[in-house]
């Protein structure tokens, strides 16, 4: 790990974290003591973030999530707290 840019005792929520840009992003985080929270749309691409998130020897989840559900923003983000701490 980079101490230079040290995320450790950080929480971040990556969307669409399931391949591209956001995959990427999730492991740049995750590389430098993030705990990454990424979301997919489906919850086989969630169950698939998981994994890869466990297998990388991260710390964090994959969840399903869509983001044009306004609603359950909120639950998303409790979610992540409760289990992780605040974002």
């Known amino acids: 790990m980079n101490t230079f840019f040290d995320l450790s005792g950080q929480v971040a ?3 669409g974290a ?5 995959r990427s992003i999730l492991d740049a985080l995750a590389s430098h003591g993030a705990t990454v929270v990424g979301t ?3 919850a086989e691409g969630a169950a698939a973030l998981d994994a890869h998130i466990q297998a990388s020897g991260y710390t964090g989840k994959g969840l399903a999530f869509n983001v ?3 609603a359950g923003t909120e639950s998303l983000f409790e979610q992540v707290a409760g289990t992780f701490g605040a974002v």
């Open 13 to 15: 929520l990556i969307t």
């Open 18 to 22: 399931s391949r591209g840009i956001g």
């Open 40 to 42: 997919a749309t489906t």
């Open 68 to 70: 044009n559900d306004a």
